[in-house]
């Protein structure tokens, strides 16, 4: 389901920023829609005073994950999350270790550094950067997608985005896995997971933002 937000014309003609919190298929997306995108240094921008004016005013689509699945994402492949957002581990919160970008440069699949963050801290971040482009800060026309509509039907999630039709998503895009079948069997199904444990699934339930979740049309952290 799309979602519209702020003026009722969105037309891909008009340049379009793709944005999202890092691990939410903004890359993804923005192969798809616009690959020549000269903004992409912004797309997981939240702070009105880190955006250039003419970003503010440019239109946007906003792509996300459930908090779950989101999460699940960030454990696997991080970047570098933690020099960017205030996620530090602190006493008495959940830690949680996530792995940077770091590869061995012989093995690219082995992972060479992991960080540990406040899972309590992720689970603030992804409440404040709902919050803030739910609130439409900049009154410019904003789409928001669900990756897992991208993933499960790619042929009508791009048509109600852009009013035309687009080849088939690349299976892989810069930056992240190999989208093999496994994977896309993953995605579609909101309780499966790489890294989450039942315990770490209720420090979500309990941290996570409800009017955000239902602002986005999940019924709960899993979907």
């Not at 900049?138 to 080849?167: E, M, Q, W």
């Not at 309780?191 to 049309?217: E, G, Q, W």
Request: glycine share 4%.
């Amino acid at each position: 389901m799309v979602q519209n937000r702020g003026h009722p014309r969105y037309s891909m003609e008009r340049p379009t920023l793709v944005c999202g919190l890092y691990r939410s298929g903004t890359t993804y997306l923005q192969t798809i829609l616009d690959p020549d995108n000269k903004h992409t240094r912004y797309k997981h921008e939240f702070v009105k005073t880190d955006i250039p004016d003419e970003i503010k005013s440019m239109d946007r689509v906003i792509i996300h994950k459930s908090p779950y699945k989101w999460i699940d994402s960030i454990i696997s492949q991080s970047w570098e999350l933690g020099d960017h957002y205030k996620v530090a581990y602190e006493k008495g919160h959940t830690e949680i270790r996530c792995a940077t970008s770091r590869t061995l440069g012989d093995t690219p699949d082995i992972v060479e550094e992991y960080k540990t963050y406040s899972l309590e801290n992720i689970c603030d971040l992804y409440n404040r950067f709902f919050h803030f482009w739910l609130s439409n800060p900049f009154s410019s026309v904003s789409k928001f997608v669900k990756y897992r509509d991208l993933i499960s039907d790619p042929t009508t999630t791009l048509k109600n985005l852009t009013g035309a039709d687009h080849h088939l998503p690349p299976s892989k895009v810069s930056g992240s896995f190999e989208f093999t079948p496994e994977r896309k069997r993953m995605a579609l199904d909101p309780r499966m997971s790489y890294n989450m444990t039942p315990a770490l699934a209720l420090v979500v339930k309990h941290n996570i933002d409800k009017s955000v979740l239902k602002s986005l049309n999940y019924t709960g952290v899993f979907e």
